[in-house]
């Protein structure tokens, strides 16, 4: 992630070797607001290699590609963010999608995360296997 983070997370996903390739963030940060970030790629080698694809073009490929399924990509991602945000007792609902997104692609690492993480991305799927 680069940072430490400020408010608690848990291990979503790791490698074979043990290491942590995503984290969850708690969905509300400490001032009673949604955290606008759900799920981070932490994996160093993995973030590099996400970048090189962006440089060479991957969000716009990808949002092209996918163009008919981000709707349902951020729909998805918003219902279960959500709902997460309900159950912890706090009456606001976010209105981004994956990478806080209302539409398109704004980040390939995060749709990474949320694929590994075991959400409904075909653009983390595609971008899981150009890395």
């Known amino acids: 992630m680069g940072r430490m983070p400020t408010i608690p997370?848990?291990?979503a996903v790791r490698a074979q070797s043990g290491k942590a390739m995503v984290i969850e963030s708690y969905p509300i940060r400490p001032d009673g607001?949604?955290?606008p970030d759900w799920f981070w790629l932490v994996d160093r080698d993995l973030v590099r290699k996400v970048g090189t694809v962006e440089s060479l073009g991957g969000v716009v490929h990808a949002e092209n590609h996918f163009k008919g399924s981000l709707?349902?990509?951020?729909?998805s991602y918003r219902a279960a963010r959500n709902s997460l945000i309900?159950?912890?007792g706090v009456d606001i609902h976010i209105?981004?999608?994956?990478?806080g997104a209302?539409?398109?692609v704004k980040c390939l690492h995060s749709h990474l995360a949320?694929?590994?993480a075991g959400g409904y991305s075909p653009v983390g799927e595609w971008t899981s296997l150009q890395v």
């Not at 709707?71 to 729909?75: G, I, S």
């Not at 209105?95 to 990478?99: A, D, K, L, N, S």
């Open 33 to 35: 607001y949604p955290n």
């Open 102 to 104: 209302r539409k398109g």
């Open 95 to 99: 209105e981004g999608g994956v990478g």
């Open 114 to 116: 949320y694929y590994l």
């Open 9 to 11: 997370f848990r291990v």
């Open 71 to 75: 709707e349902a990509v951020h729909n």
């Open 86 to 88: 309900k159950q912890c």
